[in-house]
């Protein structure tokens, strides 16, 4: 009997878009109607189409069982899903997402470092990924050389760390010197640390921090077969590799360093029409007849 199969997605760029990111490039008039998805300090700041928005909620339904075997109300059955969320995000900033449907049974927040089971963090977990670290450099020492290789940048806007797990620059992307980023990456590499550029974020990771290993444990936990994964950067990069298909935008790391895999799709769309291509994409793996059907 097959099973149901798990569906990772990261967020940021892949899922919801920030309005700098929307990529709307068609008349005013053409645009599509967006919902917003996450407001931090009072104002809005992530946002979906209302078709993404829509379908999600569909998939979302058929991950809880409640969809009545019913898929966009053309009669087929559904197949149901386990649906999760993956995110570089801290906790507390993905917990400001709203995404349709509800909160997720599972979600990974910070590349892997936990693993939210109804909302909470799994303590098994984060011990497994504590232990991980022992084999990367220290975060203080990152953390230090962070400091010292961008003291004096006017192009260094904030400097945080996440979740005691990894650390990340704020940048004004038009001022960042433009072998920064590949000469951080070349000092991190042999301390077992990833570099990614994000919008934005510079992220300093652990090598031994990746979603894939959190959505591989999913996997395990709730026997979903087989896997789909979508993501924009190279923090995704594991992920997507792991999967048994998937898709990327036209945008972002994955997109602008000519990556490929065979077993993955490069979608042409870009922006905001990604998110919902991706969306579509999705929804059309939960659809057709339920297993024992």
Known sequence: MPGLPLIASDLDRTLIYSAAALGLDVPDGEAPRL??????????????????????????????????????????????????????????????????????????????????????????????????LADCAPLDEVRVHLRAVSAGGDWVLRQRVADELFAYLVVDRERLPQTWVKELAAWAEPR?????????????????????????????????????AAGDSLLDADMLLAADGGWFPGHGELADGGWSAPHLTALAERGVAAGERIVREMHGTTTGPRPGR
Not at 66 to 78: A, I, K, L, P, R
Not at 196 to 216: E, H
């Open 35 to 132: 919902l917003c998805v996450e407001v931090y300090e009072g104002r809005p700041l992530s946002y979906m189409t209302e078709t993404a928005a829509r379908l999600l909620a569909e998939i979302r339904a058929r991950d809880r069982g409640e969809d009545g075997g019913q898929s966009e109300g053309n009669g087929e059955s559904g197949s149901g899903c386990v649906f999760v969320p993956v995110t570089t995000r801290t906790r507390a900033q993905y917990e400001r997402v709203r995404l349709p449907g509800g909160r997720a049974r599972y979600a990974v927040c910070a590349n892997g470092g936990h693993l939210l089971v109804d909302g909470e963090p799994d303590p098994e977990w984060h011990e497994h990924v504590r232990r991980g």
């Open 192 to 228: 077992g640390w990833t570099v990614s550029l994000q919008g934005r974020k510079i992220y300093a990771v652990p090598g031994s921090l990746t979603k894939s290993a959190a959505v591989a444990e999913v996997a395990r936990r709730t026997g979903a077969t087989p896997t789909l």
